[in-house]
């Protein structure tokens, strides 16, 4: 195995498939990165067995083959290394020869044959699934944040993507908030599968690193998804078992509707967070009454008050919830006008758009003690 290449083109292909480099692994070769020379292109491809990720890149080939090196330590070296033409082969004792201008680097190579195969999935368009791939980075960037981050929880550490009506919908929840994002889509088959919400992040993040130019393609199997973005291709395993019936959860009554500006509700519930500390919920205290959310906290440093204009239709409502909760809706939405709805101090608040209803989201409320 011989070739060449330029340093950037390297790092950034290594920075792509580092993301499925587990250090927490029992099996060393895990820690590793297969490149596979061939056909004048470098497939470079790690995998932690849930996600795996395949880079092509183009590279001046001389001799074809492949070896499986040390991910952190490559990495590091070709990073360190000036920008400029590079090279790379596999010497006869296994070694790997790392050369640019004034330097030269020797370190041990691993038999690829001994890396696990990622697995295939055949690309039949009956199962492939097309995304736009701003549309579809956007709703992992306003659904995911609603996920169980404890992995004892099932499979509310995931995302629930649902074809279905033409629409694709991305589903969260963690028994505290819940997120519903929906956008219009080309569907030609119903189905639902349920993503880590960690792992969509991941893919999110390559979408961007990557700038991809086309758009994003899903292709599902029983148990497996392949998504390919531009030269990249990631596959990951799907989380088993059966989601919640979201829907019946969304409130069907409500006795207090307000229309408030995102930013100053933002702002205010920002500053009320200073003071929410009192028993670790971050608890804030809503007032609503005649046109006016008053929105108060205190612990044992001091109390806060924070005033919003705003227009209400339906009963007053004094009602707490985390600040956090509301605060993590607030940053990922963009419209600057929402829609609250209330209807006891007990039930679930629903926040969504005035007109439409690409998102709704859910979220809790905190017993206020007298």
């Known amino acids: ?27 060393p070769i895990l820690k590793g990165i297969l490149l596979n020379v061939k056909n004048g292109k470098l497939i470079l491809s790690a995998s932690d067995l849930e ?28 990073r360190k290394l000036p920008n400029e033409e590079i090279s790379i082969s596999q010497e006869i004792n296994g070694k790997i020869l790392i050369k640019s201008a004034f330097s030269e680097f020797n370190i041990v190579g691993l038999n690829s044959d001994e ?18 791939k701003d549309i579809f980075k956007d709703m992992i960037r306003k659904s995911s944040f609603a996920a169980s981050a404890d992995d004892s929880k099932g499979v509310i550490v995931g995302v629930l993507m649902e074809c279905k009506d033409n629409h694709l919908n ?11 994002i929906r956008e219009k889509m ?33 292709i599902l199997d029983n148990k497996k998804a392949l998504i390919k973005i531009d030269s990249t291709k990631v596959i ?15 409130p069907k009554e409500k006795k207090c509707i307000i229309k408030i500006n995102r930013s100053n509700l933002q702002n205010s519930i920002e500053r009320a967070s200073l003071l929410a500390k009192e028993g670790k919920n971050n608890l804030i205290k809503m007032t609503i009454l005649g046109n006016l959310l008053t929105i108060t906290s205190k612990s044992e440093e001091g109390d806060v008050k924070e005033e919003i204009i705003m227009e209400k239709t339906g009963e007053d409502i004094v009602i707490g919830f985390n600040s956090k909760y509301i605060s993590d809706v607030l940053k990922v939405v963009d419209e600057e006008e929402l829609l609250m709805e209330f209807n006891t101090p007990t039930s679930p608040c629903l926040i969504k758009q005035i007109e439409g209803n690409r998102f709704e989201y859910l979220v809790l409320p905190v017993r206020i003690t007298a």
């Open 186 to 218: 080309i569907i030609d088959k119903e189905q639902n599968i349920i993503v880590s919400a960690k792992l969509l992040n991941e893919i999110s993040k390559i979408i961007s690193e990557e700038e991809a130019q086309k758009d994003i393609e899903m």
């Open 236 to 250: 990951l395993r799907l989380l088993e078992g059966q989601f919640i019936k979201y829907r019946d959860i969304l």
């Open 170 to 180: 991305m589903i969260a929840l963690d028994g505290f908030r819940m997120a519903v």
């Open 1 to 27: 195995m011989k070739f060449t290449c330029e340093q950037q083109t390297l790092v950034k292909a290594l920075n792509t498939v580092s993301k499925a480099v587990t250090s927490r692994t029992t099996i």
């Open 115 to 132: 890396f696990p195969s990622i697995g295939n999935i055949t690309e039949e368009e009956t199962d492939k699934l097309v995304f736009d």
């Open 51 to 78: 996600i795996s990720i395949e880079k092509s890149i183009e590279v001046n080939v001389i001799e074809e083959g492949s070896t499986v090196v040390m991910a952190r330590l490559f990495s590091d070296i070709v």
